[in-house]
């Protein structure tokens, strides 16, 4: 028996890094799980790793750059499951050529950030709402960031999307109290995933040709002198739809080993 069983959940950006492990997290609680990401290849891989071990995923491609999709998605799992018990609102991009300062940021990639980070964000909530009022509650988690609190240089429209994250959580949460719909937030530090990997192979200032020897370098700045797993996530992403957590709405967590403890992280990161 699983704390989520025959609960329909969805999961943006649910493939890979934090999302794949949101997917695997929830299935092995026993929920059905909607896979929706924009990478078929890695969708259906997570989806078939599920069902391998006698999980229930489907796997929906989506572009949350487009409205469309997340109306789509919804429609969806309706369709495939009934209705909609959670959402993950996790997809997020930070491409390398956005690691700028405000005047140097162009406004394609403010808008490409914005709607995949923050406005993708509203929409899931938009459409799904209706479906979970209809089952009497719900649970909205959306992954913010540590960058959402305490910037690092150069990340302009990354940390105002996840700013907005944040704020959009405690709206909803104040709107939706009453007819049960609970909303929070994740914020993880540095995550062994696809995207930090990503960042790091772009990072022209000083960072080790080794991978592994930068990525031990990140952990090093952790208290608990790690970097965190999808899985480190995705165990306090199940654990807040479920009815443990049934008194908390409106609130962050960090999943961040520390970092936000200790203060000041964002001197010893990114510089250019």
Known sequence: MGIHDGK????????????????RGFAEEGARVIVADKDPHAGHQTVDE?????GDA??????????????RVVERAVAIYGGVDFVFNNVGIQPRTSYTNA?????????????????????????????????????????????????APLVTAYAASKGGVLSLTRQLSIDYARQNIRVLAVCPGSIDT??????????????PDDMEAAIDIAGARSPIARIG???????????????????MTGEFVNVDGG???????????RTK
């Open 8 to 23: 329909a959940v969805i999961v943006t950006g649910g493939a890979l890094g934090i999302g794949g492990g949101a997917s």
């Open 50 to 54: 599920i069902k391998a071990k006698g």
């Open 58 to 71: 489907t796997f929906v491609q989506a572009d949350f750059s487009f409205s469309a999709d997340a109306k």
């Open 103 to 151: 005047e140097d940021t162009t406004e394609d990639i403010w808008d490409a950030i914005m709607s995949v980070n923050l406005k993708s964000y509203w929409l899931m909530a938009k459409y799904a709402i209706p479906e979970m009022r209809s089952r009497g509650g719900g649970v909205i988690v959306n992954n913010a960031s540590v960058q959402g609190q305490q910037s």
């Open 194 to 207: 696809p995207l930090m990997r990503d960042g790091i192979s772009g990072d022209s200032g000083g960072v």
């Open 229 to 247: 797993t999808p899985e480190d996530v995705a165990n306090v992403v199940v654990f807040l739809c479920s009815d443990k957590a049934s008194f």
């Open 259 to 269: 970092v936000m403890a200790q203060g000041a992280w964002a001197d010893l990161s």
